[in-house]
């Protein structure tokens, strides 16, 4: 367990609740303080201990238009799905235990959510997950809020739109990322604030991500001068991102 809080004068701790490792002495912080506990991917190690609740040996799933390193006739081994554990936490549990692909175990868990009792509900895993401890001191009681990052969503974004929701600091969005990408793969530690898909020719899609803290008339000439997409297009997509609120400081890139 690694748990992560803001200097221990903010906490208000009952009496059988153990002391914070304080990660700094400085009281620059503001006056929350945040316990994140780093928990394990998709399911606790507990769960070797328990009963199932459902189990079933599965077959690959089969595809005539993408592979895979097992025959299509293979068992693979058997499912198990505990009490009060998400059937898409078990399923990426299991999918990632016998290198299934992602459309794969999409198929498994669309089979056990329509075939069984189960209640699925949601299709992407839980990752990581971590009781996040907000409150104003003399002014509210504390509430713990959950932080959730599922499969498939970057976490820097998952944190951003955590901190933007309870009007969080920004030391607070640092040190969910720093726990978040303790326990996940991180590709980038800025969210993505604007993003637009944009068609050329009828031939070419392109993705344009603009990252919080980046100027957008350089991200959009970036992406788009490698086409040959004119001055005047390039900047009606540069208008289109501050009509939507994209802060900038230069109007044209350098």
């Known amino acids: 367990i690694m748990v992560l809080s803001i200097p221990s004068n903010f906490a208000k701790r009952t009496p059988n609740q153990p002391a914070m490792k304080v990660i700094s002495s400085t009281n620059t912080y503001p ?20 009963s199932p609740i459902f189990q079933r040996d599965i077959v690959l799933p089969s595809s005539t238009d993408q592979g895979s390193k097992h025959n299509e006739s293979d068992v693979l081994g058997t499912l198990q799905i505990f009490e009060r554990e998400e059937p898409a936490d078990a399923v990426y549990r299991f999918g990632k235990l016998h ?4 459309w794969q175990r999409r198929q498994i868990l669309g089979n056990v959510c329509e075939s069984s009792s189960l209640t699925c509900h949601r299709n992407d895993a839980l ?8 409150g ?3 002014d509210t009681e ?4 959950e932080f959730e990052l599922l499969e498939g969503v970057e976490a820097a974004d998952a944190v951003d739109s955590f901190v933007r929701e309870y009007e969080l600091s ?10 978040a990408c303790v326990a996940v793969k991180c590709t980038r530690t800025e969210p993505v604030i604007w993003k637009k898909s944009i068609s050329i020719d009828s031939k070419w899609n392109v993705d344009i991500e603009i990252l919080r803290g980046q100027e957008p008339a350089t991200v959009i000439y970036t992406a788009l001068r490698p086409h040959g997409v004119a001055y005047t297009e390039r900047r009606k997509i540069f208008q289109q991102a501050i009509e939507d609120g994209v802060p900038h400081s230069i109007d044209a890139a350098p």
Do not use: H, M, Q
């Open 127 to 134: 990752l990581w997950s971590a009781p996040v401890s907000i």
């Open 142 to 145: 504390e509430k713990i809020v």
């Open 31 to 50: 006056v929350f303080f945040l316990a994140v506990i780093a928990c394990s991917l998709a399911t606790s190690s507990s769960d070797e201990a328990k």
């Open 136 to 138: 104003k001191s003399g």
């Open 99 to 102: 290198g299934l692909y992602d």
């Open 170 to 179: 920004e030391e607070y969005r640092k040190l969910i990322l720093n726990a």
